[in-house]
């Protein structure tokens, strides 16, 4: 079965670093999101993402975050200057059709903030 | 503003006990209704989906779960568990037209007894 692939699993940057956390989903779905989650929290909507241009997004995902879907395969989600409180797991999730079809989720990119 | 609650942190059960999980929501009108369960270093698998319709919906892995608009209840049950079903299970809504922007509960942690 197809499955949405992120790298790396796990990353380890210093505050005030920019990083980039990679997905590829699926080859045929259109629809593009990240969550993430806090230790202890709930898993949070960050973005959706459809034909090139972000769909919506949540009050989590201020002008350090940004999205880029760079070519016919990859999906990144950028932080540009990272803080202690970006520390989470990230998951990236892609759907075929958008609202009536379900979200597929990779297997999350733990982002350590030192 | 819209929610979802699962009261439980944590539930252990024996082996081939019966098992109900509990959800709740709070939205301004009846949203659509996910349960996700995360096994360790996986990602979040959709185990079923209420959209509309009959209220007793069968998920993968043995599930089910009924939709109780009186009670704005989502609970998943199962009739016996197998100690492979021991994971995080996550309750999530969004509002009616799909899957666009899932807010999710802070999960149930379920353990197995042998």
């Known amino acids: 079965e197809p499955e949405v692939t992120q790298t790396p699993s796990h990353q380890v940057t210093q505050m005030g670093q920019e990083v980039i956390l990679r997905c590829v989903p699926i080859?045929?779905?259109?629809?593009f999101y990240w969550y993430r989650q806090i230790l202890g929290q709930k898993v949070e909507f960050l973005v959706s993402?459809?034909?090139?241009?972000?769909?919506?997004k949540s009050e989590i995902f201020d002008d350090q975050f940004s999205v880029e879907r760079p070519d016919g395969s990859n999906f990144t989600l950028k932080i540009r200057s990272t803080k202690l409180e970006d520390s989470a797991m990230y998951f990236c999730?892609?759907?075929?059709?958008?609202?009536?079809?379900?979200?597929?989720f990779g297997n999350g990119t733990r982002l350590t903030v030192t | 503003a819209q929610s979802v609650t699962q009261p439980d942190i944590h539930i252990t059960v024996s082996e081939g006990a019966s098992l109900e999980l509990r959800c709740n929501y709070s939205?301004?009108?009846?949203?659509?209704l996910f349960w996700y369960v995360q096994s360790p270093g996986q990602g979040l698998q959709l185990l079923l989906k209420y959209f509309s319709g009959d209220t007793l919906v069968q998920g993968i892995k043995g599930f089910e779960a009924e939709f109780k608009r009186s009670q704005s209840s989502f609970n998943l049950r199962k009739p016996s568990v197998h100690w492979s079903d021991a994971a995080e299970y996550f309750c999530a809504a969004a509002a009616s037209g799909g899957y666009n922007k899932l807010i999710f509960g802070a999960g149930t942690r379920l353990a197995v007894h042998p």
């Open positions: 939205y301004g009108a009846t949203p659509y």
């Open positions: 993402f459809y034909n090139n241009e972000i769909s919506e």
């Open positions: 999730a892609s759907s075929e059709t958008g609202t009536d079809s379900p979200l597929h």
């Open positions: 080859s045929n779905h259109l629809y």
